[in-house]
């Protein structure tokens, strides 16, 4: 059954929001606020993964509703969830769940890409069983390797970002290999993402099929915002990896639309620079800040 067209439901999520603010949901148990941590004490616990479990639950169950003025998606990191067994990977469908009752699209971050029958299987996991309405995957096995989650996105309302210029230093090492074709290889990629999108354009303008570029790369960024007109973006790199709203304005397109960027470690754990605020109010605060630099820096304010 079908959810409706993705980057239509994202699209129109921004606009009745008036935010491009995707929430990374990188639970990491060191920096959970102490206050969170107190109450969940080592000495209830049988063993330490209940207790982070735990702990992640109350930090994410009170998190998701005091962002949802100011997000319009959130976007799990499967690793946090994965790193704590088959009880951290119940919370984060438990989490998927929750995040759709409260409006919000999640964007399951999982990086797959594979054979295509094991590609199959991790299309069914993320985009059937635990209900993200897109996923990320990783573009290394080429087209048969993303074809299950492709199929979603046109016959079920599922999105499907393709890694195309990473936020990380070293992504450079492969992605900026220049081609005997001439252009770097980020650029290639880039072209397939436009290529494979072509069929599931929606009323919106945009494919189902996105990007995800770097903030961290605003020269690249805004080359790939002029090469692919129907391409929206994920953008992570924003706060804690160094990127601004300013670096940002060249990766909207004329209207203002066509970009999401994510924020985990600068809202999640706001409250470390705001020692005098209820970590809940600190997280609150920073999205609203972000939300309101990034709908400036798209040219609405």
């Known amino acids: 059954m079908s959810d409706g067209h993705f980057a239509d439901r994202l699209i129109e999520a921004v ?30 616990y049988p063993i330490e993964v209940e207790r982070k479990v735990a702990c992640y639950r109350e930090f994410l ?39 759709k009752e409260l409006g919000y699209l999640v964007i399951a971050d999982v990086k797959r890409g594979d054979i295509g029958s094991t590609a199959e299987a991790y299309a069914r996991a993320h985009l059937d069983v635990a209900g993200a309405d897109a996923v990320t995957v990783n573009p290394y096995f080429g087209t048969d390797g993303l074809e299950p989650f492709f199929k979603r996105c046109r016959e079920a309302g599922k999105g499907a970002y393709v890694l195309v210029k990473t936020s990380n230093p070293s992504s450079a090492e492969i992605q900026d290999l220049s081609l005997d074709s001439g252009g770097p290889v980020y650029e290639r990629v880039a072209d397939l ?84 605020q209820h ?10 800040s972000m939300r309101k630099a990034l709908w400036r820096a798209a040219g609405r304010a």
């Open 61 to 99: 169950v009170a998190l998701l509703p005091a962002l949802a003025g100011e997000a319009c998606a959130v976007k799990p990191q499967i690793a946090y969830f994965e790193a704590l067994g088959a009880r951290g990977y119940a919370l984060y469908e438990e989490i998927v769940t929750m995040a």
């Open 279 to 288: 970590w809940l109010d600190a997280a609150r605060e920073e999205a609203a």
């Open 193 to 276: 993402v436009e290529t494979w999108g072509r069929d599931v354009v929606g009323r919106s303008g945009y494919s189902s099929i996105g990007a995800v570029v770097g903030a961290t790369h605003p020269e690249e960024g805004a080359r790939l915002r002029e090469r692919l007109a129907a391409v929206p973006f994920l953008i992570p790199g924003y706060g804690a990896q160094g990127a601004t709203a300013s670096d940002l304005s060249a990766l909207f397109d004329a209207a203002g639309s066509g970009a999401v960027i994510n924020s985990a470690r600068a809202i999640l754990y706001a409250y470390k620079k705001a020692p005098d």
């Open 15 to 44: 606009e009745s929001k008036r935010s491009h603010v995707v929430v990374g949901l990188d639970p990491e148990f060191g920096s959970l606020p102490p206050d969170l941590l107190a109450a969940c004490p080592a000495s209830a």
